[in-house]
């Protein structure tokens, strides 16, 4: 159940990943520069790989996030080498990681600021 989100948003980076790049840019016409959208895709996926890992009680959810991010990553270029206009780029799979570490340090800075709300709360 908990892997659901992640697998809804794979389906969109593979949906999107399969299209053209004029495709592309129609389906976005305000956007120039299509690159940070590996940003911003893995900066969702990470977070959403961690929620099922730590849910499912898996031993260091955030090193095995990042690490799905990686293959998934790798697996998006394979795709892309099929696509007409399409090509695989090490530098897409360094923008999915990017991604990958800044959402996952977004939940890790959350959590921990949450425990720290906690721990203060109960001292009073």
């Known amino acids: 159940m908990y892997w659901i989100p992640a697998i809804l948003w794979m389906a969109l980076i593979f949906y999107l990943s399969g299209r053209t790049g004029s495709e592309l840019h129609s389906l976005f016409p305000f956007i120039d520069n299509l690159n940070p959208g590996h940003i911003v895709a893995y900066f ?9 890992l730590h849910r499912y009680h898996h031993a260091r ?14 697996t998006d270029e394979i795709h892309q ?7 695989p780029d090490l530098y897409d799979i360094a923008r999915d990681l990017l991604g ?3 959402g996952l340090a977004v939940v890790y800075l959350v959590q921990r600021k949450g425990t720290t709300s906690q721990s203060g709360t109960s001292r009073k």
Do not use: D, M
Request: aromatic share 22%; with cysteine; hydrophobic share 55%.
């Open 100 to 102: 990958a570490g800044l």
């Open 61 to 74: 959810p955030f090193v095995k996030a990042f690490l799905l991010c990686l293959l998934y990553g790798i």
């Open 81 to 87: 080498h099929f696509i007409p206009t399409r090509y």
């Open 44 to 52: 969702v996926l990470g977070p959403l790989y961690y929620l099922a």
